[in-house]
């Protein structure tokens, strides 16, 4: 081999890796808004099921997931003042943006930190169904930590701010097959109909059977215990009662309660 051979294969290799890194690079670029495009319409799609807007669910063709989207009314929920701020607009409001940006982050103290976040956004995006200008359901973003890694979901509830017509993980690293069982279509509608508050205001929602419900009170506050998964469902129990309680949206159901469902 001549002295120049090593050389010349070194370079044509160091060569071929800039083109390939180059390429996934621009590959990367290139689908970035396609690929925010798609997670977009994936979460309203969501939404959207959530509050009973898309009876069609998976099968709905995009362009129908956008029309209906418009359908929601999208306000930006003042957390610290328990009410909706107008100085945002709703459907322009970046939740993403939110979460990453420390001017928008406030501390959540330690002993209601269920959701094990540590800080949260001051304003989230809540999503209310109308009809003849009364909410009839309303779509709360949520966030906590799981078993293994964050996990993202929604919540809804009817227009009483009490009763649960639905819930949605959408992101989690929970093991497949045991604690991914809370995508599961069937763990998901034992949640339906089940009553998030007691009497008194306040939130109880939990497992069948995990001991944070009166027994006397289960038929109408608990959801179905996934066998072998009790740390994941037990995450996702606190991560809802974070939410609901006094430093999530609690203190904004209460006064949309108060108001009888009138946006206020
Ligand atoms: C490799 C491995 C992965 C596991 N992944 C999960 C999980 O994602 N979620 C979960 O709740 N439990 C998971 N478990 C089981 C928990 O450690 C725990 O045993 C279980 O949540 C208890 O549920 P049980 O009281 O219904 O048996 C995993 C266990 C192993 C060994």
């Not at 982050?105 to 809540?126: E, K």
């Amino acid at each position: 081999m001549t002295p120049e051979r090593p050389a010349k294969t070194l370079l044509v290799a160091a060569g071929v890796a800039v083109f390939c890194s180059l390429m996934v690079s621009a590959a990367i670029v290139y689908l970035r808004p396609a690929q925010v495009a798609w997670e977009e319409i994936a979460r309203s799609r969501t939404v959207l099921s959530l509050a009973g807007l898309l009876p069609e669910g998976a099968s709905a063709p995009d362009r129908m997931v956008a029309m209906r989207f418009r359908e929601l009314e999208v306000l930006v929920a003042d957390l610290q003042r328990g009410q909706f701020d107008d100085a945002f607009d709703g459907l322009s409001f970046d939740m993403d943006a939110a979460w990453a940006d420390p001017a928008m982050l406030t501390d959540i103290p330690r002993a209601s930190d269920l959701a094990r976040l540590g800080q949260r956004p001051r304003w989230m995006p809540v999503y209310l169904r109308m009809e003849a200008g009364a909410i009839r359901a309303v779509v709360l973003p949520i966030r906590g930590q799981g078993m293994w890694a964050p996990m993202q979901g929604y919540l809804a509830l009817e227009g009483d701010f009490t009763t649960i017509v639905g819930i949605a993980i959408e992101q989690h690293g929970e093991t497949p097959g045991i604690g991914e069982r809370i995508t599961d279509p069937a763990w998901q509608a034992s949640w339906i109909g089940k009553r998030a508050f007691s009497e008194a205001g306040e939130v109880r929602i939990a497992a069948a059977g995990d001991g944070r419900v009166p027994r006397e009170r289960a038929a109408q506050h608990t959801f179905d215990a996934i066998s072998g998964a009790t740390v994941t469902v037990s995450a996702v129990t606190d991560m809802v009662s974070y939410w609901l309680g006094g430093h999530g949206y609690g203190p904004l159901l209460q006064r949309l309660r108060t108001a009888g469902g009138q946006p206020p």
